[in-house]
């Protein structure tokens, strides 16, 4: 059977040109896709050498429970050839609103098709209603290889998993569940929080990344920003009711939010900038206008509120329930804090999606990917707070590389020359790409580098 678009496309058509008509009705491609259960082709745009199409995929709420509902999970998919290798591109958070032909790195260097993945959760992608305890690691893998085993049937060669971040995470998590679906995993900065107190490595991140007085600036702006509370609380307040934003749906005060994003602001700072960034830190000699202004740049003051952190609500239920996230001392700041439990996913949830943290994915996790883990590449950034804690490869076949100097933004691309040529040369063996293929740039499809940027809500 065709699927709706095709026959709506396809009337459209033959009142315009029954020859163009007959054309649109004549796709192996469309038929194929439009055959595959559950699966519906919601656009499609076509460039030199590409079809790109958004999809929707009916899942189980509950792969546990498949008759127990569904909901229609967003994905998008970049043909090039079906005799290619697939990238699948599990992002870890949402897709674009209206999403656009992007490749990720992998895809360009093994001139691959691409399926992208919007995690179960992030809107629109979300059973309703929606029980919040079914998202988890097992239930997003589960997600993940159905979505593989139907597009196999049209996808028949190599598959290579991919994602940064969050999304990297996400790509370890369902090899590690369906160890079969893919034939190898490039995971970007992705972090192992593997005992969720034990954050030393963070700290010692930041008690030695860039020089000794870049620290120290980094250090004074925060202590002068918390110094100056009674005088920046209100801007934040100002701006809040300029632009809309409110705070007692999840992170409960103006006072609250401030804190969250001076405490976060020198984490920003190095996840985004470089350490030639130094010199645009204002001294603590500062005004109040610069300080204010150098935070809103590299944190966002619009993050910590309702609005901001609605959207990542997925994320800080998993981060609360499964995944961990980092505590830092903050030795510097002692005395300037009035909220010493603050720096916590639970404080950017609203009450209810609240949860306690079950150490035992995470410890599962690790283990596999140190001891029995196969075909796995790890990419993290020097200079990156994310990669301060790292997963450890096993040594099936498998490999870590740092890109020097590098930010959250690190890849392939940025790593030493004999480690890049050495990534490649893994990642198309696995794929079962000849070594001397070329890379897809076109601008047509431009690079994802596959994060998001929180200063872009702004």
């Known amino acids: 059977m065709r699927s709706r678009i095709v026959a709506i496309l396809a009337s459209v058509l033959m009142i315009l040109s029954p020859a163009t008509a007959a054309h649109a009705a004549d796709d192996p491609l469309l038929d194929r896709l439009a055959a595959i259960p559950g699966l519906t082709v919601v656009s499609e745009t076509q460039g030199t050498g590409y079809r790109f199409f958004v999809l929707t995929y009916r899942q189980p709420a509950d792969h546990r429970h498949p008759k127990a509902g569904s909901f229609e999970q967003r994905l998008t998919l970049l043909h090039r050839s079906t005799a290619s290798p ?17 490749q990720t790195e992998p895809a360009a260097l093994l001139g691959g098709n691409q399926v992208s993945v919007e995690h179960r959760f992030f809107t629109p992608s979300r059973p309703a209603p929606a029980d919040w305890s079914d998202l988890n690691i097992w239930q997003e893998a589960s997600d993940e290889h159905r979505i593989v085993s139907a597009l196999k049937s049209v996808y028949a060669a190599k598959w290579i998993q991919t994602g940064g971040s969050k999304g990297g995470m996400t790509s370890v998590y369902h090899r590690r569940f369906y160890p079969g679906d893919v034939d190898g995993v490039v995971a970007y900065v992705a972090p192992d929080d593997v005992i969720n107190p034990e954050d030393s490595a963070y700290d010692t991140f930041f008690d030695t990344v860039g020089t000794a007085g870049c620290r120290a600036t980094l250090d004074g702006v925060q202590q002068e920003a918390l110094r100056r509370r009674d005088r920046l609380v209100p801007r934040l307040v100002a701006d809040a009711a300029a632009n809309g934003w409110t705070f007692s749906g999840s992170i409960g005060t103006a006072d609250r939010s401030f804190e969250m994003t001076v405490l976060d ?36 003051w619009s993050f910590y509120t309702d609005q901001g952190l609605e959207p990542y609500w997925p994320y800080y239920y998993q981060a609360a329930s499964q995944l961990g996230w980092p505590s830092l001392r903050f030795e510097h700041l002692r005395g300037l804090r009035h909220y010493p439990g603050l720096y916590t996913a639970n404080s950017s949830l609203p009450p209810e999606l609240r949860r306690k943290h079950n150490p035992v994915p995470m410890i599962d996790v690790d283990l596999w990917v140190r001891t029995a883990s196969e075909r796995m590449l790890f990419v993290y950034g020097q200079n990156d707070p994310w990669s301060a804690e790292r997963f450890t490869p096993s040594k099936r076949d498998s490999a870590l590389f740092v890109a020097p100097g590098a930010n959250h933004g690190a890849n392939i691309a940025k790593l030493a020359p004999e480690d890049s040529a050495a990534a490649t040369a893994l990642l198309r063996r696995w794929a079962g790409v000849p070594a001397s293929i070329t890379a897809k740039q076109s601008s047509d499809v431009p690079l994802d580098d596959m994060l998001g940027d929180r200063r872009r809500v702004r």
């Open 265 to 300: 602001s020198v984490w920003a700072f190095w996840q985004y900038s470089t350490a030639a960034d130094c010199a645009t830190v204002p001294a603590a000699t500062a005004s109040d206008d610069e300080i204010y202004t150098w935070i809103d740049t590299v944190a966002g």
């Open 86 to 102: 697939t990238v699948l591109y599990t992002n870890g958070y949402g897709l674009a609103a209206d999403p656009r032909p992007t």
